[in-house]
């Protein structure tokens, strides 16, 4: 186990570079000036190019590279361009919200996904089964921010039971800071059920024709307990790739939820970054969420051992 995991751990080194590198040629090549932005349309070519020196961004872009290479060796984002202060103090004071967001978003959608997807499996053919795939189809189809809107529109104002947007204020506590989040979190935990669901689906499907499922039946066991105790411990495993999926792709749906809920997260953030060429930000961003989709699929890969003994690295 030690083994595999210092070896994934290089293999996540080599992703990392990689990574950095496409990130920093996108943010390279997108068209802007982050020095022309931050004077505005009546600065002079002349003091344009001087925040540029000042910047750094005068520079052969090998040499910005290799600049950016060594601050990620310290374990340095980098400073921002427009908020004056580190990357890392940026991403940490916007890290709770998103994470907390992500977290609710994969509870919604796995309690939606994984026990509709297993009575969807012991029901197959019927209208239970019918009606869940149809179901689903429907909620992949649906964009995040159209259902954001519609519980904006009658959840928040018709029926104000939740809060429009925003995150509360800086005093609020946790439940109240939940409560802001409990319209984002649907909006992006039902389009990602469908996925869970599916799967879930699937592979319980799988398992139900095998002999010792039928030889569970024929011994008279409960039909709930050969379907949770016999078939959906073995069929784990895909079910746990597709929620590590799952929740990367959460994390990135994210910024689309964010923007809709004026939710002052990471989406948010890198968002802002974007639009005024802050390079350092979209790079660090972008840098934490690719390696915490590394260590998810790490994480997943590893629950295989504790959910299937039969699993060994």
Known sequence: MLVYIVRRFAGMMIVMLLVAMVVFVIARVVPGDPAAVMLGSSATPEDVAALRGRLGLDEPLLTQFLL??????RFDLGESIFL????????????????????????????IGVPVGILSAAKRGGLIDQTAVGLAMLAASVPSFWIG?????????????????GYGPPEADLMERMRHL?????????????????????????????????TARAKGLPPL??????????????????????TAVMIAGAIVT????????????????????????????????????????????????????????
């Open 258 to 313: 964010e923007t809709v809920f004026g939710l002052p997260g990471v989406g948010n953030l890198i968002v802002s970054a974007v639009l005024r060429r802050d390079y350092p930000v979209i790079q660090g961003a972008l840098l934490v969420v690719s390696a915490i989709y590394v260590l998810i699929n790490l994480t997943v890969d590893l629950l295989y051992a504790v959910v299937d003994p039969r699993v060994r690295y």
């Open 68 to 73: 950016y290479l060594g601050q990620i060796v």
């Open 149 to 165: 809107l519609t519980l904006i529109k009658y959840l928040a104002v018709d029926h104000a039971w939740f809060p429009v947007a």
């Open 182 to 214: 409990v319209l984002p979190a649907i909006a992006l935990g039902i389009p990602n059920s469908a996925l869970i669901l599916r799967f879930t689906r699937t592979s319980m499907l799988d398992v139900l024709s095998h002999d010792y499922v039928r």
């Open 84 to 111: 004056n202060r580190p990357v890392a103090q940026a991403l940490a004071e916007r890290s709770e919200l998103t994470a907390l967001l992500t977290m609710m978003s994969v509870g919604i959608a796995m309690l």
């Open 225 to 246: 307990v050969v379907v949770l105790k016999h078939a959906l411990r073995n069929a784990m495993i895909p079910i746990l790739t597709v929620i590590g999926l799952t």
